[in-house]
């Protein structure tokens, strides 16, 4: 699949760099002399039969009482690990909605990029894919059939050619193919290619549909066609985007190809959103 996980793929530098942190983190409550100055005062205001009972360990005796425990219960590192994991993603995850929520109008509404649907449509469905992307091949079904049943869905096409130089000609190509007006049955024809694409099958592609290639090569090189590629390109680094295909659906990002069932689940739900806030709102 070529959408990476955003926390996959820990090195061994950074798994032992965690391990260090959650010691350290553990040792500064244990050894910390604040922490050995409280246990001592409180003992002072203890009477004595307690204060024998709870004497204090000095530092050696707590390094080793430590030491132990790590030893005896090494799982402890591992859900410590784990704990910090989830809750770097789940942040990562608030922040990137919140950069979506900011910017929702200009993202569902860009310049240069092809968004297909009704202009009254009350959910928005932004794909970013690549035409080298044998996932987003199989997404294009599921977005069709979407289109095709969903008479209020708007789907915005985000061209992010990252896997081989000939996604970045198929993706000005694409783009060109707007000014023509032919974007979607260009789309369908360069997603439908099985195997990877090369720039002269690109071209085949084109003067399939009935492209003009000679303008069609003019205006990939437009400063239109330049400007939608470098607003997808800020997008998709901005809101962690390093493969294909993603979407967003509702105002969240979703990484990968997650079917036909799940995007309409996340469509629905989204409507269902709305639907409350305007209830709520009256």
Known sequence: MAFKNFLSGFSLLNLAFKIFVVVAILGY?????????????DAETTPPVEVAMVATPDKAEM?????????????????????????VQQQRENDITAIIQNQIE???????????????????????????CTYCKSAFKDVNRLLAEDKKLKVVMYELPILAPSSLTAARASLAAMKQNKYWEFHSSMIGNNGSLTDELVF?????????????????VSREVEQALVYSAQLADELKVNGTPAFIIGGKL??????????????????A???AQKASAN
């Open 254 to 271: 979703i990484p990968g190809a997650i079917g036909y069932q799940n995007m309409f689940n996340l469509i629905a739900e989204a409507r």
């Open 204 to 220: 085949d592609h084109a003067k399939n549909i009935g492209l003009d290639i000679e303008q069609l090569k003019i205006d990939m």
């Open 29 to 41: 409550f244990f050894l910390n002399t604040s922490f050995l100055s409280k246990f001592n005062n």
């Open 106 to 132: 200009t993202i569902e509404n860009p310049k240069g990029l092809f968004i297909n649907g009704p202009a009254d449509a009350d959910v928005t469905l932004v794909e970013f894919f690549d035409y080298n």
């Open 273 to 275: 959103k709305i639907a």
């Open 63 to 87: 390094e080793k009482m430590f030491r132990e425990y790590l030893l005896t219960n090494p799982e402890i590192i591992q859900e410590a690990i784990a704990v910090l994991q989830n809750k």
